[in-house]
């Protein structure tokens, strides 16, 4: 596995996940929507953290899980996660206008973003690789000839880099909640 597939998987994660975020903001009728959210009462700073936790934690796993179904799993859960943030950017807009919502953000999206683009490059990974494989294994004679353990070292080294990338993607989500939660208390 060579560098190059961690970067092809990680531009096939940000063309999915900015493509779904415009779709998911585009898309919704904030309407109905924005009326009925109520602004909630800021809550402590370490229980604003659990919670930001126990949302995106869960999140980057899941998009991690593509490496069990080698990468299709990531490939419908990105979108999703694409189009829940855009459609969420588009009720705040509506409430509280975009140079508001620029303000109450900016410190922490980037965080967010990156650590679920780097928990979906883990999660479709192995299906670059292995795509990237097959097409390299249908033009050569002497890869059709290569030794069965040519996979699984295959796979070994994309297991290995997919869970070093997950442990990068969750320690960015850590930092980025401690932000967040850090905004929240100045909002």
Same mark, same amino acid.
């Given at each position: 596995m060579v560098k190059k597939d961690v970067f092809v998987a990680a531009v096939? $994660?940000?063309? /999915? !996940?900015?493509?779904s975020t415009? $779709?998911?903001?585009?898309?919704?009728?904030?309407?109905?929507?924005?009326?009925? *959210?109520?602004?909630?009462?800021?809550?402590?700073y370490f229980s604003s953290v659990g919670h *930001?936790?126990?949302?995106?934690v869960p999140t980057a796993l899941s998009l !991690? $899980?593509?490496? *069990?179904t080698l990468g299709v799993a990531a490939l419908f859960l990105l979108p999703l996660v694409g189009m829940f943030l855009g459609a969420s950017m588009n009720v705040a807009v509506s409430i509280y206008g975009p140079g508001e919502v620029v303000a109450r953000t900016? /410190?922490?999206?980037? !965080?967010?973003?990156a650590g679920f683009v780097v928990a979906a490059t883990a999660g479709v990974l192995p299906l670059v690789v292995f795509t990237r494989r097959f097409i390299a294994g249908a033009h050569s004679e002497t890869s059709r000839n290569?030794?069965?353990?040519? !996979?699984?070292?295959?796979?070994?080294?994309v297991l290995n880099t997919s869970l070093k990338l997950l442990g990068l993607s969750l320690v960015i989500l850590v930092v980025a909640a401690f932000v967040e939660g850090f905004a929240v208390l100045q909002v």
């Open positions: 096939l $994660a940000c063309v /999915l !996940f900015i493509v415009v $779709a998911g903001y585009l898309l919704l009728d904030n309407n109905s929507l924005a009326s009925a *959210i109520e602004p909630q009462k800021s809550p402590s *930001i936790l126990q949302t995106n !991690f $899980a593509g490496v *069990i900016v /410190l922490y999206t980037p !965080f967010e973003i290569a030794p069965r353990n040519s !996979f699984r070292q295959t796979l070994h080294s």
